[in-house]
């Protein structure tokens, strides 16, 4: 196993042969520099783990080393040895970027533990910077592949706001587009860190549990609240809160969302103290806000004060130019997950994917390729590892060559004439705009698909 290679340096030999000989009793490899200008040719000419430097040496003197070094190397730690009454250059140091300081006369034990100390902060940041270029290639805005110039404006005008942390956001789009993978795009592009990234499902917990959820409680506020607990508003502190489908918040949570977002403070269920709101909120929801306020199952106070900047993520039905660079990405991370060689999709395969319809969107895409990736074996993706055809969209045909269809339908304003032009239109797309085969399997003829 490789030792820690440290570096001292120091103008007085006694010093200096200590130092190398305490540091070999340590553990670890001991390199030596008599002033600050060999030691910089010592960092050019091998790596090195920590520097540990006196302040005070002729020429080059331990500030002006420190200077060099974290201009030069940023990423080594420095320590650097004082001598008693001189502490005011320690604290300079430490100002300048050194990791810790040693006054004169230190011990053994004392050198050893402040060596390993800072090998051991040295490795954490390591890891972090490891972990934080992970989560960035994960969590930003490149991150999203998408070829749909629609998209492309949804992010373009995310980035925009990502910067303005007390705005609002709000997100609509269907189930599985991925509203809370943009979410996290925009929090990770304000703080640089997914750290204080919080997500609550406003429809997945019940109504009387959801206010504690939100704001937290006191002890006593109802029963079997024994003790104090923090809300989603306080741990989100210094990031954000994303309220998914904030659609179906009932009226009396609605009343009080309005208010904390309007005044920026809370209570926590029970109490009469007022939080500060420190965080940035982003709301999510499948649901048209704006036609539940018509019916009256959203307030209309309430809907002007989160659409403040709304974004719309588009279904994927209707930017299929994704699929491809959907389905690269995915089978990129599935091969580090399953650990398997994954050729990619076949011709037929990414047919039968761009002909899909997608109701679950992204979600749906990436769950059905997990699925055939499991099921191949060192081959190419075919139509039947995928199992698309469940037949509440265009399927494959029956045996009288028919295809079953469920319609979304206006409620106003319907002709016959749009009706079929909208049933044209979806065999054709599924059929690639083979119009011979669209119009078999609807059992009609090719010129019905000639309109003007």
């Known amino acids: 196993m490789r ?31 008599p002033d600050g200008s060999v030691a910089l040719q010592v960092l050019a000419s091998q790596p090195i783990d920590v520097i540990i430097s006196d302040l005070v040496m002729p020429g080059m003197d331990g500030l002006a080393l420190l200077r060099q070094v974290r201009e030069q190397y940023p990423s080594i730690p420095f320590i650097v040895l004082t001598a008693n009454g001189s502490i005011d250059g320690a604290v300079e140091a430490i100002h300048l970027g050194a990791h810790d300081y040693l006054e004169k006369p230190f011990n053994a034990d004392a050198l050893a533990i402040t060596v390993r100390h800072t090998l051991a902060y040295q490795h954490l940041m390591q890891e972090n910077a490891q972990i934080r270029g992970l989560l960035q290639e994960r969590f930003t805005f490149q991150s999203i592949v998408t070829a749909s110039p629609v998209m492309k404006q949804t992010l373009t005008l995310a980035a925009k706001v990502a910067t303005a942390r007390q705005t609002t956001v709000a997100i609509y789009g269907e189930s599985g587009v991925g509203k809370e993978v943009l979410a996290r ?23 009387q549990l959801l206010e504690s959820e939100l704001f937290g409680h006191v002890r006593g506020a109802f029963t079997g609240a024994d003790k104090d607990r923090e809300g989603k508003f306080s741990r989100a502190r210094g990031g954000t809160l994303l309220l998914d489908e904030v659609g179906d918040l009932s009226l009396a949570l609605q009343a009080k969302l309005l208010r904390v977002l309007q005044e920026r403070v809370y209570e926590k269920v029970g109490g009469n103290t007022s939080y500060p709101v420190e965080c940035r909120v982003i709301v999510a929801t499948n649901r048209n806000l704006a036609e539940l306020v018509v019916t009256g199952r959203f307030r209309e106070d309430l809907y002007h004060r989160i659409n403040v900047f709304p974004l719309t ?90 295809v079953t269809y469920t319609l979304t339908l206006p409620a106003t304003e319907l002709s016959l004439a749009q009706l079929t032009s909208q049933i044209l239109d979806i065999t054709l797309e599924r059929c690639h705009g083979n119009k011979s085969q669209a119009a078999k399997l609807l059992g009609i003829a090719r010129k019905n698909f000639y309109r003007d």
Not at 8 to 13: F, I, R, S, Y
Not at 186 to 201: E, K, Q, S, T, Y
Not at 346 to 357: D, N, P, R
């Open 185 to 207: 795009a925009i929090h990770f592009a304000a703080n640089g860190l997914p750290n204080g990234f919080v997500a609550v499902n406003c429809a997945a917990i019940p109504e």
């Open 313 to 402: 993520i588009p279904p994927l039905r209707n930017r299929k130019e994704d699929i491809p660079l959907l389905c690269e990405h995915t089978l990129t991370e599935l091969r580090q997950h399953l650990g398997k060689p994954l050729p990619g999709i076949s011709q037929k395969g990414m047919a039968c994917l761009q002909g899909y319809h997608w109701p679950g969107n992204v979600r749906e895409l990436r769950n059905s390729l997990e699925r055939a990736a499991i099921l191949t074996d060192g081959e190419l993706i075919r139509p039947e590892h995928l199992g698309l055809n469940n037949g509440t969209h265009p399927t494959a045909a029956s045996d009288d060559q028919r």
């Open 3 to 33: 030792k820690p290679v440290i570096l001292a340096v120091d103008d007085d030999p006694l010093s200096l042969a200590l130092l190398e000989e305490l540091l070999a009793q340590a553990g670890f490899q001991a390199l030596t520099a």
